[in-house]
C-alpha cells in the first residue's frame, strides 16, 4: 500500500528566507508525486507533479520539488518565502493505475514571521 | 462552471439526521473522486467514479455513506444516520480519464459537516 510522511508538522520561517518541506512516500512502482496547498476554508490548490522525466520539477508561485528515487523523497524548495505562503501544504501520492486516487500525508503547517 | 463546485458549503446536522452533499465536476471530466478530511489530517480517499460507475469504494468507512454519480456528471454522497465522527470536511476532486491528459486531479473547496 502507498503512504506518505510529512515528518514536519509545524514550521515558522521569517519572511525572505528560504523553505524546505519535507516528503517521503512509499509506493512500489515509479509514483506519481503532488504538492497542494490549502489555505484556509478552501480546497486543496496543486502547486507542482511529477510523473517522469526531469527530476527537478517547477511549479506556481515560485515553488520547486525534487524526486530522489534513492531517498524515497520529494521535497518541496522555495528560495524566499513570502508572508501569502502561510498555509498548509500537503504531499500526496498517487497510483499509476486505479483511477489515480490519492493518499495524502498529515501535512505540514507553514506560518511565516514578518 | 471552471472549476469543481460543492455544496453546501457548510452544513450542520444534528446525530442522527442524514445528509446529502454535492459536487458538480469540471465539464468533460471523466474521473471524479470523494475524500473526507478530518480536522487537522490530510484527506483520506472515499470513493471513486470513472463517469457513472463506481470502480473503488474501498475508502467508505461504513454502510452508512453512500455515493452516486448517475448520470456521469453531477454526484451525491450520503450520509445516513450521522454520527459526530463524521464531522469532517468532504473534498470533491475531476480530473481527465487517465492516459488522456494529465492525471491531476482538481478540488473543490469542500462542505464541512458539523454533527451535533
Known amino acids: 500500500a502507498q503512504s506518505v510522511t510529512q515528518p514536519d508538522i509545524h514550521i515558522t520561517v521569517s519572511e525572505g528566507a528560504s523553505l524546505e518541506l519535507r516528503c517521503n512516500y512509499s509506493y512500489g512502482a515509479t509514483p506519481y508525486l503532488f504538492w497542494y496547498v490549502q489555505s484556509p476554508g478552501q480546497g486543496l490548490q496543486l502547486l507542482l507533479k511529477?510523473?517522469?522525466?526531469?527530476?527537478l520539477v517547477q511549479g506556481i508561485k515560485g515553488f520547486e520539488a525534487e524526486f530522489k528515487r534513492s531517498q524515497s523523497s520529494f521535497n518541496l524548495r522555495k528560495p524566499s518565502v513570502h508572508w501569502s505562503d502561510a498555509a498548509e501544504y500537503f504531499c500526496a501520492v498517487g497510483a499509476s493505475g486505479g483511477g489515480n486516487k490519492l493518499t495524502f500525508g498529515t501535512g505540514t503547517q507553514l506560518k511565516v514571521e514578518l | 462552471g471552471a472549476g469543481v463546485s460543492q455544496s453546501p458549503r457548510y452544513k450542520v446536522a444534528k446525530r442522527g439526521q442524514d445528509v446529502a452533499l454535492r459536487c458538480d465536476p469540471i465539464?468533460?471530466?471523466?474521473?471524479l473522486f470523494w475524500y473526507q478530511q478530518a480536522l487537522g489530517q490530510g484527506p483520506e480517499f472515499l470513493t471513486y467514479f470513472q463517469n457513472e460507475a463506481q470502480l473503488d469504494k474501498s475508502g467508505l468507512p461504513s454502510d452508512r455513506f453512500f455515493a452516486e454519480r448517475p448520470e456521469g456528471s453531477v454526484s451525491t454522497l450520503k450520509i445516513q444516520r450521522t454520527q459526530q465522527e463524521d464531522s469532517a470536511v468532504y473534498l470533491c476532486a475531476s480530473s481527465l480519464l487517465q492516459g488522456r491528459g494529465t492525471p491531476e486531479a482538481f478540488f473543490g473547496q469542500g462542505t464541512r459537516l458539523t454533527v451535533v
Open positions: 511529477y510523473f517522469s522525466g526531469d527530476t
Open positions: 465539464s468533460g471530466h471523466v474521473s
